[in-house]
């Protein structure tokens, strides 16, 4: 199968809009349920979900000549959160298990600062292809990119207020990054196309 700017961004749009539907999932469902394995296999789905922006999203910053800062950010926050989701499937238990509450708050913090970070880029590239909607679009994508503009400030701000007071921003950052990453996803498969190349 031949790589195209076009195939590449489609394949993007569908892991991002999959990781915002599992973390909807998870604050439904996972967090609510007892026991492990649910957690597990929701991060474990998302570890995988994560690798397919960081990597094609830094080919595709390179081959898009529209968008490249949006592709960088895709890629460094795909890359943040699979850090994020690594250190709460490697590192959670055994934080647990050392029997410190300071050890496993280190680590817990730790993960959350990637997750806002993570989330704050998938912001600011909602910004960036809100904009190309807004230069290039129809009614529909103007209005798509208006409010995928406005949804990645908030997913900036929130999260940047999580990355500098922690834990007490979390709901309302990952809320906002949330609805973020999904108009992202919408909005690059209605603006990208292969003669951006």
């Given at each position: 199968?031949t790589f ?17 539907l ?5 604050i ?16 474990v789905s998302?570890m995988a979900?994560f690798?397919?922006p960081a990597?094609v999203?830094?080919v ?8 490249p800062?949006a592709?960088a950010?895709?890629?460094v ?6 850090m ?7 590192m ?6 050392a029997?410190?509450?300071?050890v ?9 600062f ?10 600011l ?12 679009g ?9 409010i ?7 997913a900036v701000?929130l ?5 500098a007071?922690?834990?007490a921003w ?7 990054g ?8 919408i909005?690059?498969a209605?603006?990208?196309?292969d003669?951006?190349?």
């Amino acid at each position: 199968m031949t790589f195209s700017v076009r195939r590449g961004a489609l394949i993007v749009a569908a892991a991002l809009f999959a990781t915002a539907l599992t973390q909807v999932f998870y604050i439904t469902v996972v967090s609510n349920s007892e026991g492990e394995t649910l957690r597990r296999i929701t991060w474990v789905s998302e570890m995988a979900l994560f690798s397919i922006p960081a990597v094609v999203a830094l080919v595709l910053a390179a081959r898009d000549r529209v968008h490249p800062l949006a592709w960088a950010a895709i890629a460094v926050g795909g890359m943040v959160n699979l850090m994020q989701v690594g250190m709460g499937l490697a590192m959670f238990g055994p934080a647990q298990d050392a029997g410190d509450l300071a050890v496993f708050e280190t680590v817990l913090q730790g993960a959350f600062f990637l997750y806002f970070h993570g989330k704050a880029m998938f912001g600011l590239a909602a910004i960036g292809f809100g904009l190309s909607a807004m230069r290039s679009g129809g009614g529909l994508a103007k209005a798509l990119g208006v409010i995928g503009i406005l949804a990645g400030l908030a997913a900036v701000l929130l999260n940047l207020l999580g990355m500098a007071d922690g834990m007490a921003w979390v709901q309302q950052a990952g809320a906002a990054g949330t609805i973020a990453t999904a108009l992202l996803a919408i909005l690059i498969a209605m603006t990208v196309r292969d003669e951006n190349a």
